[in-house]
């Protein structure tokens, strides 16, 4: 295409497949353990049929491991939903903590690949803001793709929620990879246009580390 | 047959090497790139299985790495993706049966150990 008429929808729908490839990678990993697994207990079984005694704590071992994935793809599944339903209102109140929850679910994986751990840091209580939970999360998604690099590896990026005056803050700290912090080509026209529809100002502040996305109150 | 198995899902990657170990398949198995490598150093495999996706490397990238300790080791790799992107990447540097999705028949992936050992390039 030569044009880019829709840049707030092209983002968005870079963001979801990004995420759904994520999402179906961590699940395919679920099962491939799971069918692994089940596939020893079975070997334990043909080994026990052909004389060989049945060690319980080993097959108990293996069912606690299939019982620990299938948890962890429940999990896997209550995130994709949870992602799916914030297309279901384009202006809503949200929680800025609960988003916060859902972004770094949506990213555990991703930033593990970087050997990098997110660390929640919410404020005590709700901030609320009215916005597009999607379009919100389509910014702060670009943000933690941007901010990912910039974080030393083996160490953690925070994420805060703060509460001010006019709505809210979202902000990310531990972005101290010397050099890494250039804001050469980010946000770009897709996160310019995110940020505009959101009424959000992205500051960015290479001495401390830290990025703040701040967010009016509707 | 001695055998390494990659990847950074402990549990699937224990669980493998012990059904391969059933099978009569001399298999170790690690979870980080740093391990492979002491691994490879240390011990003479004849083949590595690799996940396409590693923390902060590719199986490929992996393979670089491990060939320059054993030019002689030959690979298969298992990736969650089966995307177009990582089957064009590795159909095109190692022949298209060194691919499998997960999750992998262990039946296939002993078939395909054979395919590769058995040939004489290496290659299928």
């Not at chain 1, 901010?147 to 006019?166: E, H, I, K, Q, Y």
């Not at chain 1, 897709?190 to 830290?210: F, M, S, Y």
Request: charged fraction near 20%; hydrophobic fraction near 45%; proline fraction near 5%.
């Amino acid at each position: 295409m030569s044009s880019r008429p829709d840049l707030i929808g092209e983002a968005g729908l870079q963001f979801f497949g990004r995420m759904s490839a994520s999402i179906s990678h961590e699940l395919k990993n679920v099962l491939a353990i799971i069918k692994e697994n089940s596939g020893l207990l079975d070997d334990y079984l043909n080994l026990t049929a052909r004389g060989m005694p049945l060690d319980p704590e080993r097959f108990q071992a293996v069912t606690r491991r299939i019982d620990t994935q299938t948890q962890r793809a429940n999990t896997i599944i209550k995130t994709m939903n949870q992602f799916a339903h914030t297309v279901d209102s384009f202006c809503k109140p949200v929680d800025l903590n609960q988003v916060l929850d859902l972004l770094v679910a949506l990213h555990n994986r991703l930033a593990t690949m970087q050997q990098v751990t997110l660390e929640v840091q919410p404020a005590r209580e709700p901030v609320q803001i009215t916005t597009s939970p999607f379009v919100l999360l389509s910014a702060l998604g670009q943000g933690v793709s941007f901010a990912l690099p910039a974080v030393p590896r083996g160490a953690a990026m925070a994420l805060a929620t703060v509460s001010t005056n006019t709505g809210g803050e979202i902000i990310f700290s531990g972005l101290n990879e010397p050099g890494a912090l250039s804001m050469d080509g980010f946000p770009g026209d897709q996160g310019d246009a995110l940020l505009a529809a959101l009424r959000a100002e992205l500051k960015i502040d290479a001495a401390t580390g830290r990025m703040t996305f701040v967010l009016p109150r509707k | 047959m001695r055998i390494l198995l990659v990847d950074d899902e402990q549990e699937l990657a224990s669980a493998l090497a012990e059904r391969l170990n059933m099978r009569g398949i001399d298999a170790d198995w690690v979870t980080t790139v740093d391990e492979a490598l002491r691994k490879v150093t240390a011990t003479s495999y004849d083949l590595a299985v690799l996940d396409m996706r590693m923390p902060m490397t590719s199986g490929l990238e992996l393979k670089a790495l491990l060939q320059a300790q054993d030019p002689r080791l030959k690979f298969i790799f298992v990736t969650g993706y089966g995307s177009e992107k990582d089957f064009e990447a590795v159909s095109c540097q190692a022949g298209e049966a060194c691919y499998l999705v997960k999750p992998v028949d262990i039946t296939l992936l002993i078939e395909r150990m054979h395919d590769l050992l058995d040939s004489p390039g290496g290659e299928p």
